[in-house]
């Protein structure tokens, strides 16, 4: 068997050894195509015996395929190369590796986001940069940095060079989910009244959008913030208002505020939980955002988050918070149907969600059998099985044999 996963190895390697050279093909359908094939090797499978390889070039060639920008790297190159770079650092875990991602990759991606040029570019970047931030960001100071970056793609600061756009709804949903994710991580956060009075009513206003996804991940954006205790953070110790500093008093002014701010998205909330189906309302839409403003209801009043129990084989994956709900809904979309083999095998993800699978569905070496391959190797008629059949045949004889041997000499005894 180890023959064989040594041929599957070589066999793997060398389509990602010609997809990774295709990438220095002047062809831009060219370089799409090698990036397609990488991105389906990534998710399907740990590609660790690619990476302790390549590693260094396979980020540089995805990073200068961003870099070239609207001159030469269509949209749809942009997309696929950030992808790809945000599955390369899930892939490292946490290591100087991911380190080097996100030293080398946020500068492009700030720069790219703040050109504005070609938004159906934008949604990657922003996974993108929120996945590289999460694996490989050093502590509070760069994940800010990160949720400031993605912000001002909604929020620009306008100057000479800036142009104000309307952002589009998938556009403010992609950021909001992306910025949820990385708020979901922290916990000492900076009192800046100000920007988090800002931050709660821009999206207690998205509540009242009509599109639904941006409704729902405004929904779950507030849910953390409350979750995480924004609001407590600024109340001053009770003392009468003499024995208050200036800067105790301005925290309690926040604090009153923000109370107040909260009341009004309680009572978005609770109208948003029993909204009636307007014409042409998605069913499963209206469904998921009821239960979604139902628990966030709970969340309130009672002070319940939800839980979530995925079966994953044989295990459960389990959360318990808005904020481990928010990370595993993100990682599902960004991986999506390689999650599954993610969270059996990629010991960075085990260890966000404290999933400890019972036993390994396979082995770090082992190859998952296409259907073709299964018919090959396992089928009846296979070389394989034959011969397996041959041994078993052989052992029974043996063994009937000795068994046989063991009758006699008793009868002898007797």
Request: aromatic share 8%; charged share 25%.
């Given at each position: 068997?180890g023959?064989?996963?040594?041929?599957v190895h070589?066999d793997?390697?060398?389509?990602?050894?010609?997809?990774?050279d295709?990438?220095?093909?002047?062809r831009?359908?060219?370089?799409?195509?090698?990036?397609?094939?990488?991105?389906?090797?990534?998710t399907?499978?740990?590609?660790?015996?690619?990476?302790?390889?390549?590693?260094a070039?396979?980020?540089h060639?995805?990073?200068?395929s961003?870099k070239?920008?609207s001159?030469k790297?269509?949209a749809?190159?942009?997309a696929?190369?950030?992808?790809?770079?945000?599955?390369?650092?899930?892939t490292?875990?946490?290591?100087?590796?991911?380190?080097?991602?996100?030293?080398?990759?946020v500068r492009?991606?700030d720069?790219?986001?703040?050109s504005?040029?070609h938004?159906?570019?934008?949604?990657?970047?922003?996974?993108c940069l929120?996945?590289?931030?999460?694996?490989?960001?050093?502590?509070?100071?760069?994940t800010?940095?990160s949720?400031?970056?993605l912000?001002?793609?909604i929020?620009p600061?306008?100057?000479?060079?800036?142009?104000?756009?309307?952002?589009?709804?998938?556009l403010?949903?992609?950021?909001?989910?992306?910025?949820?994710?990385?708020?979901?991580t922290?916990?000492?956060?900076?009192l800046n009244?100000?920007?988090?009075?800002?931050?709660i009513?821009y999206?207690?206003?998205?509540?009242?959008?009509?599109?639904?996804?941006?409704?729902i991940a405004?929904g779950?954006?507030?849910?953390?913030i409350f979750?995480?205790?924004?609001?407590?953070?600024?109340?001053?110790?009770?003392?009468?208002?003499s024995?208050?500093?200036q800067?105790?008093i301005?925290l309690?002014?926040?604090?009153?505020?923000l109370?107040?701010?909260?009341?009004?998205?309680?009572?978005q909330?609770?109208n948003?939980?029993?909204?009636?189906?307007?014409?042409?309302s998605a069913?499963?839409?209206?469904?998921?955002?009821?239960?979604?403003?139902?628990d966030?209801?709970?969340f309130?009043?009672c002070?319940?988050?939800?839980?979530?129990?995925?079966k994953?084989?044989g295990?459960?994956?389990q959360?318990?918070?808005?904020?481990?709900?928010?990370?595993l809904?993100?990682?599902?979309?960004f991986?999506?149907?390689?999650f599954?083999?993610?969270?059996?095998?990629?010991?960075?993800l085990?260890d966000v969600?404290?999933?400890?699978?019972?036993?390994r569905?396979?082995?770090?070496?082992?190859h998952?059998?296409?259907?073709?391959?299964k018919?090959m190797?396992?089928?009846?008629n296979?070389?394989?099985?034959?011969?397996?059949?041959?041994?078993l045949?052989?052992?029974?004889?043996?063994s009937e044999?000795?068994?046989?041997?063991h009758?006699?000499?008793?009868m002898v005894?007797?």
């Amino acid at each position: 068997m180890g023959k064989r996963n040594e041929e599957v190895h070589f066999d793997q390697d060398g389509l990602l050894d010609q997809a990774l050279d295709a990438l220095d093909e002047k062809r831009g359908s060219t370089r799409e195509r090698a990036l397609s094939v990488i991105i389906g090797a990534f998710t399907s499978n740990m590609q660790h015996h690619f990476v302790d390889k390549k590693f260094a070039t396979l980020l540089h060639q995805c990073l200068a395929s961003i870099k070239k920008g609207s001159k030469k790297a269509s949209a749809k190159e942009i997309a696929l190369a950030s992808h790809a770079i945000g599955l390369l650092t899930l892939t490292v875990g946490c290591s100087d590796n991911a380190r080097e991602i996100f030293e080398e990759s946020v500068r492009p991606l700030d720069e790219f986001l703040t050109s504005k040029s070609h938004l159906t570019k934008i949604p990657s970047l922003l996974e993108c940069l929120a996945i590289i931030t999460f694996v490989g960001g050093n502590g509070l100071e760069e994940t800010e940095r990160s949720m400031d970056i993605l912000w001002r793609v909604i929020h620009p600061r306008l100057g000479s060079n800036v142009v104000a756009v309307k952002p589009s709804a998938p556009l403010i949903t992609a950021v909001v989910s992306a910025w949820s994710f990385l708020l979901s991580t922290m916990r000492n956060l900076k009192l800046n009244s100000k920007n988090w009075q800002n931050s709660i009513s821009y999206l207690s206003s998205l509540l009242d959008k009509e599109d639904r996804p941006v409704r729902i991940a405004a929904g779950e954006a507030l849910a953390v913030i409350f979750e995480i205790g924004i609001i407590e953070k600024f109340s001053a110790d009770s003392k009468g208002a003499s024995d208050m500093s200036q800067e105790e008093i301005n925290l309690q002014e926040s604090y009153t505020h923000l109370q107040g701010l909260k009341g009004k998205v309680i009572t978005q909330v609770k109208n948003l939980s029993v909204e009636a189906g307007g014409k042409g309302s998605a069913k499963k839409d209206l469904n998921n955002q009821r239960n979604l403003f139902r628990d966030i209801v709970e969340f309130f009043e009672c002070g319940y988050s939800p839980e979530i129990s995925m079966k994953i084989g044989g295990d459960s994956l389990q959360t318990s918070s808005w904020s481990q709900m928010i990370q595993l809904n993100f990682l599902k979309h960004f991986l999506g149907g390689g999650f599954i083999k993610h969270i059996q095998e990629n010991e960075f993800l085990q260890d966000v969600f404290n999933f400890k699978p019972k036993r390994r569905y396979l082995n770090n070496n082992e190859h998952r059998m296409s259907s073709g391959e299964k018919r090959m190797f396992k089928s009846p008629n296979s070389v394989q099985n034959k011969a397996r059949t041959q041994l078993l045949n052989k052992q029974r004889l043996l063994s009937e044999g000795r068994n046989l041997g063991h009758y006699a000499a008793n009868m002898v005894d007797d």
